[in-house]
Each structure stands twice: as C-alpha cells, then as structure tokens.
C-alpha cells in the first residue's frame, strides 16, 4: 500500500452525456494521457514528480478503457468498490491507475451512488487528478459522479439524435449543481465527431451557438474534435493521438492538443 502523501486535493474531472457514440470516451482517454504528462510540485519535499491519474470508467462495456490498459494495467479493485461503504486497499500504479468498469456496473442501485463521494474522498490524498467516463444513461453511474465532480465537460456529436438531449443534460448537470454539488464546474459542451464538410452539422453547430452559447466550451475559440482516422487508429495502438507515429495523424493531434490547452486553462490546471 502507497503510504498517504500530505498534498492539495485531487481535481476530479467527469466527462458526461446521456447518448453514446459522440466521443465521450475519446476524450477521457485523451484527457487522462494529457494529466500524466504533467508534473507538480510535492507537498513533502517540495520538488517537482510526475503526476498521479487515477481514471474511472463507469462504463458497463469495457472498450474504450482498453487503450489504457495495455498502458497501465488494472487497478488492485475495480470501479465498483466507488458504489461500496466499504475501505479498500489503494495502489498507485504508476503515472495511472485504472479502475475498470464491467457488466457487474449494471447491477449498482441508487442507494448505492451515495458512497462515491466519500470514495473519490479517500483515494484523493493518493491522485493530483481523477478522469471519470460515465456511462449514456441517467441513471446513479452517471448522477454519482457529477455528486463528487470538480469539472464536467459534455461531448456532443452534432446529429439530430444528439442534439435532441441537450436540454435534458444540461438539466441534468444543472440540478445536480443546485442540489447536491454547489462547486460542480461545467466547462460546456464540446463538438466531438465533427465532419468539416457537412453543412448539415454546420446548420447544427450554428442552431448550438445560438440557443446556448453560455453552455459551449470556450466558444470564442471555436474547438472541436473532427472526424479523423487516426483517432481510432492511436487508440487502437495505445497511445494517445499527438504520440501516433503518422504525418496523416498531424492535424488530429493539432485539434487534440488545443483541446487539452482549453480544458487546462478553464480547470487552471
């Protein structure tokens, strides 16, 4: 067992949407990479060190979590001891520690989702960050992260069907600011799954800015994830898109890159 450092409390980061397929995974992944390549300065010594992730997947299917797997390995526990009263045993694997979600997520009640806070509360002297992927429902994997979340950000892909849930995310994130989790930070909604050439998604991001540019992340800077092959190609070896050894991977990881930036500069990362 790690011995407990005396530090600054963990910045918790939950990616989150009630539809799946619009890059929610994508960017957790991603987000989780970028958060281990930063270092920070030690409580104890006063040094600098690598930094400590920890990423959760609340996810029933374990696919998008795969690619840090073959990185980091498992976790000793996996996501549900999250939804437990019960203290397990915490260990820092490295510059990441997965804990995977799997089928037995879908078994997890409502009562059940009020332990996540105190959980997230135990592990945080351990971590500088925790990236949480939940799952397209609204359901406790979804609702009890946000409980426990510093920032959310919401992927959306710029589809009719999509779009649709808009509102009943932001009233989701919204309530839950209200009701439970004053401090909880909305970075916005982020167009991921872009095709450049659509006019009906340009249509679509258009209708976004103007119904709720309040809610778009960092809209002035117009960011968003496209299209890309080389996305699930990185993914598929590994390794975070800016690392994927391929010139057709260069303006994938441009737009990548400049998504991190943002998220660290509204987290004040």
């Given at each position: 067992?790690?011995?407990?450092?005396?530090?600054?409390?963990?910045?918790?980061?939950?990616?989150?949407?009630?539809?799946?397929?619009?890059?929610?995974?994508?960017?957790?992944?991603?987000?989780?990479?970028?958060f281990a390549r930063k270092t920070v300065i030690d409580y104890d010594t006063g040094e600098e060190r690598d930094a400590r992730v920890a990423c959760i997947s609340s996810e029933i299917?374990?696919?998008?979590?795969k690619t840090l797997e073959k990185n980091f390995g498992l976790a000793n526990v996996n996501a549900s001891v999250f939804y437990s009263p019960d203290e397990f045993e915490i260990v820092v694997n490295g510059p990441v520690t997965v804990y995977a979600g799997g089928p037995f997520m879908a078994d997890i009640d409502r009562?059940?989702?009020?332990?996540?806070?105190?959980?997230?509360?135990?592990?945080?002297?351990?971590?500088?960050?925790?990236?949480?992927?939940?799952?397209?429902?609204?359901?406790?994997?979804?609702?009890?992260?946000?409980?426990?979340?510093?920032?959310?950000?919401?992927?959306?892909?710029?589809?009719?069907?999509?779009?649709?849930?808009?509102?009943?995310?932001?009233?989701?994130?919204?309530?839950?600011?209200?009701?439970?989790?004053?401090?909880?930070?909305?970075?916005?909604?982020?167009?991921?799954?872009?095709?450049?050439?659509?006019?009906?998604?340009?249509?679509?991001?258009?209708?976004?800015?103007?119904?709720?540019?309040?809610?778009?992340?960092?809209?002035?800077?117009?960011?968003?994830?496209?299209?890309?092959?080389?996305?699930?190609?990185?993914?598929?070896?590994?390794?975070?898109?800016?690392?994927?050894?391929?010139?057709?991977?260069?303006?994938?990881?441009?737009?990548?890159?400049?998504?991190?930036?943002?998220?660290?500069?509204?987290?004040?990362?």
């Amino acid at each position: 067992m790690t011995t407990m450092p005396k530090k600054r409390r963990m910045i918790v980061f939950v990616v989150s949407n009630q539809k799946g397929g619009v890059g929610k995974t994508t960017t957790a992944v991603h987000k989780t990479f970028d958060f281990a390549r930063k270092t920070v300065i030690d409580y104890d010594t006063g040094e600098e060190r690598d930094a400590r992730v920890a990423c959760i997947s609340s996810e029933i299917q374990r696919n998008g979590i795969k690619t840090l797997e073959k990185n980091f390995g498992l976790a000793n526990v996996n996501a549900s001891v999250f939804y437990s009263p019960d203290e397990f045993e915490i260990v820092v694997n490295g510059p990441v520690t997965v804990y995977a979600g799997g089928p037995f997520m879908a078994d997890i009640d409502r009562n059940q989702g009020r332990h996540f806070k105190d959980q997230i509360d135990r592990i945080s002297p351990y971590f500088d960050y925790c990236v949480i992927d939940t799952p397209p429902s609204a359901g406790v994997l979804q609702v009890a992260p946000l409980t426990a979340a510093d920032y959310v950000l919401c992927p959306l892909e710029l589809e009719d069907f999509s779009m649709e849930g808009v509102v009943d995310m932001l009233k989701t994130i919204l309530g839950i600011k209200q009701r439970y989790n004053p401090g909880l930070n909305f970075l916005g909604i982020l167009p991921c799954r872009v095709l450049n050439t659509s006019l009906r998604q340009k249509k679509a991001l258009e209708s976004l800015l103007t119904r709720y540019p309040q809610y778009v992340f960092a809209a002035a800077d117009a960011p968003k994830m496209s299209v890309r092959q080389a996305i699930p190609e990185a993914l598929s070896e590994g390794v975070p898109v800016w690392d994927l050894k391929k010139s057709s991977a260069r303006e994938a990881a441009d737009e990548m890159l400049h998504i991190m930036a943002l998220l660290d500069q509204k987290m004040g990362v």
